[in-house]
């Protein structure tokens, strides 16, 4: 039972452009989210994090959407560049009574092209 | 420096031996976890630790173990009985405190291959 899901296991955008890249949830006692980008044979690195008492959350490039209602969160990364190449993973906990485990999606592999 | 270090980077084993991956972390992070990646599923839980002297598992704890003598010390031990016990494995580290949930660090990762 995949609790946490990224549907697209890959996404090709040109340089410059907007990339977006989602995650659904299924568990309604999640209510805090991360995403975290990887390069291969490396450890994921954080990026981004929302609660969910927030609908949005920004970082220069990077801005995180929460939508509670449809269980589903979003990664927008503006402009998009070469180095974003990776694979991006959404985690999911739920605080307080998961001792700070999180549940990872499958990730979505990201490819600018220049 | 603070962070996670793994070793080694790469590890061969031979089907029916027993092998330990290390994970040391130098955060002062109370709760630390072991994951494994195989292509296309992402990270599963193996086994955390949110404590000195106290662990459980996670999705796939079946055919590992684990201890946590130390603080800074998380190592997990791939026994025979794990089936398919070739991935990259990783150790993560974290301090949940009040919060309840923190982001947690990632080391390097093992690439274990068994042969």
């Known amino acids: 039972d995949q609790q946490v899901k990224q549907n697209s296991p890959s996404l090709s955008v040109q340089e410059g452009r907007i990339s977006i890249l989602n995650c659904d949830y299924t568990n309604s006692m999640f209510d805090y989210f991360l995403w975290y980008k990887k390069y291969p044979a490396e450890g994921p690195t954080f990026l981004i994090s929302i609660s969910s008492i927030k609908d949005k959350n920004e970082d220069g490039r990077f801005t995180v959407f929460l939508n509670k209602s449809a269980k589903h969160l979003s990664l927008h990364i503006v402009p998009s560049q070469p180095g974003d190449s990776a694979v991006y993973f959404c985690?999911?906990?739920?605080?307080?009574?998961?001792?700070?485990?999180?549940?990872f999606g499958q990730g979505t592999e990201l490819s600018v092209k220049p | 420096d603070g962070g996670i270090t793994q070793s080694p980077k790469y590890l061969f084993r031979k089907e029916g031996q027993n092998v330990t991956l290390s994970c040391e972390q130098n955060l002062n992070h109370d709760a630390m976890y072991w994951y494994r990646q195989d292509p296309g599923q992402g990270l599963r839980l193996i086994y955390y630790?949110?404590?000195?002297?106290?662990?459980q598992k996670g999705d796939i704890a079946e055919g590992y173990s684990v201890s946590r003598e130390k603080k800074e010390s998380f190592p997990l031990t791939v026994t025979s009985a794990q089936k398919n016990p070739t991935a990259f494995y990783l150790c993560a580290s974290s301090n949940p405190g009040l919060a309840g949930v923190d982001e947690q660090f990632f080391g390097p990762g093992t690439r274990l291959t068994v042969l």
């Open positions: 630790s949110q404590i000195v002297n106290d662990f």
């Open positions: 985690a999911a906990s739920a605080r307080y009574n998961q001792g700070g485990k999180l549940i």
